[in-house]
């Protein structure tokens, strides 16, 4: 049942979304990402680490639509393969970021005082190295994998969903709702749990968009630098390392992984603009 106070998606905020053509776009755009990684064994038409000699430098044909590496691996199975990780890495880290950043948010807004300074203390400390520089650091420190780099861009995105939650928490501590339930005995863990977090949930929901194509970023950067997925895995980020030495005699090497990651990344941004049109007409405290 839903708490008094929640915001939600109204008909007429839905209706204002299904007009926005920009967010049905992004949203189209990002739920082919979302299906190419579900379904990337069942879309690629070859292996996309098995290396054919014969094949190398094949420019765009009939045979491979994208063309081929140095390798003679096909573009497109590498590119579907390489979205595969982008969008686990942007999904997971995001989950990480407001496993951590959530709850220290709603201690830091709800209870104030030295929580509120302990925690903030702390969010200021991350927030002075620059997102990506913290992440390239945090990978560094763990070692070169997938898994460390979504670690690494998980927590370097904790600081954001942290200031998110507690902007959110302070504010809506002092509802009458929430006044309401104190006065009827609700405890700190049903005021939060049932009156707060609810009514935050559409400001996490704009942030969430905003950290998943910040998170793919971040790991076509760590790929790119050696720190990411280790080649012969396919990314996005390795085929852009990978295509360095090539972009004369075979640019598409480079054009095709180039456009990947701009298509995703302004696709949840899209996406995300339109959310925040629906779901926070305040214009969000991002």
Request: no cysteine; aromatic share 6%; glycine share 10%.
């Amino acid at each position: 049942m839903r708490t008094a106070g929640t915001r939600t998606a109204s008909s007429p905020g839905l209706r204002a979304l299904r007009k926005n053509r920009l967010a049905l776009t992004g949203a189209a755009i990002a739920a082919v990402f979302v299906l190419a990684a579900l379904f990337a064994p069942l879309l690629t038409p070859y292996d996309p680490a098995r290396p054919d000699f014969a094949d190398a430098l094949a420019p765009p044909g009939a045979a491979h639509w994208l063309g081929t590496d140095d390798l003679g691996r096909d573009q497109l199975s590498r590119i579907v393969y390489g979205a595969r990780a982008s969008m686990q890495v942007g999904v997971v880290a995001v989950v990480l970021a407001f496993l951590v950043g959530v709850p220290l948010g709603l201690l830091a807004g709800y209870y104030g005082k030295f929580a509120d300074s302990a925690v903030s203390r702390l969010t200021d400390t991350m927030l002075a190295f620059p997102f990506l520089v913290l992440a390239v650091g945090l990978a560094a420190v763990l070692g070169p994998s997938l898994t460390n780099a979504t670690i690494a861009i998980g927590i370097s995105q904790i600081p954001a969903v942290i200031r998110i939650t507690r902007a959110e928490t302070l504010r809506l501590k002092h509802a009458d709702y929430v006044a309401a339930a104190i006065a009827n005995g609700g405890g700190d863990g049903t005021v939060l749990g049932r009156h707060i977090l609810p009514n935050a949930t559409s400001a996490l929901i704009v942030q969430a968009t905003v950290g998943i194509p910040a998170a793919i970023i971040g790991e076509a950067l760590l790929s790119f630098l050696g720190l990411g997925v280790q080649p012969p895995d396919p990314s996005l980020g390795v085929m852009l390392s990978g295509a360095q030495s090539f972009l004369a005699p075979a640019p598409w090497m480079a054009v095709f992984p180039g456009l990947a990651i701009v298509a995703a990344t302004l696709a949840f941004n899209l996406l995300g603009d339109g959310l925040r049109d629906v779901l926070d007409p305040r214009g969000g405290t991002r």
